[in-house]
């Protein structure tokens, strides 16, 4: 390549905002001489690498926007510690249909068991392949809902968020909801239902929801909405994050009615 044609390609590049196609273009354009490429070919290659640059970088700034508490994808999953879940099923849910479907994920289990681990990978999964996403948990989704109906923008709220195919709401359990808070979380899920996809993580079993929502009437409505069309996925036994960890010198957890 000339060193005008350089120029001109740079130049170029810089015009169409394509960096990919400018760092490319010589180092294809010798790669084409030697293998015999012809003209369309030699074209299409730089076209390609600047795509493949476009989606790695539009794939960067999706999982930056998402606010994923750490970048774990599917592949750091332990599945060997972790035999409650099945590596298949994960990695079917990883082709990601189930938002093509607009149907939702659950997974119930107690603390240190992987729920955000696989919700995170599976949001990043997302991410890459040109979803929008948004992760936060539930104490935090119920701020961000309370802050806009007390603006009078809830619906105008619900509205933005229906412009992502996927929310992961972790962490349902952790801290009860306020009658005016569950109301509201009601009306996402609500607004989602069959619309749009849900990841949701819970330390606490169905049958305890209705002590998280305040009563069991907001409680069964909002698990009809969730699970009628889901992947339930139960995660069992011990914490991950203590598997290394000495448990003889960890205080034994009280029992229910004793001071936490």
Known sequence: MTSDAASQIAYLARALKAPAL???????????????????????????????????????????AAGFPARKTIEDFDFDHQ?????????????????????????????????????????????????????ATAAAWTSRLTAAHRAGRLQAAITRLARYPLLVIDEIGYIPFEHEAASLFFQLISARYENASVIVTSNKAFSSWGEIFGGDTVAAAMIDRLVHHADIISLKGDSYRLRNRDLGRIPAARHDGENS
């Open 22 to 64: 400018r760092d490319s273009a010589e180092r294809l354009a010798g790669r084409a001489r030697a293998d015999g490429w012809t003209h369309q070919e030699y074209l299409a290659a730089c076209l390609e690498a600047e795509a493949a640059a476009r989606s790695a970088h539009g794939a960067a700034n999706r999982t930056r």
């Open 83 to 135: 035999r409650s879940v099945k590596r298949d099923h994960i990695l079917h849910l990883a082709t990601l249909d189930f938002i093509t479907a607009r149907t939702n994920i659950v997974l119930p289990g107690p603390p240190g068991t992987g729920k955000t681990m696989l919700a995170t990978g599976l949001g990043i999964k997302a991410c890459q392949a040109g979803h929008r996403v948004l992760f």
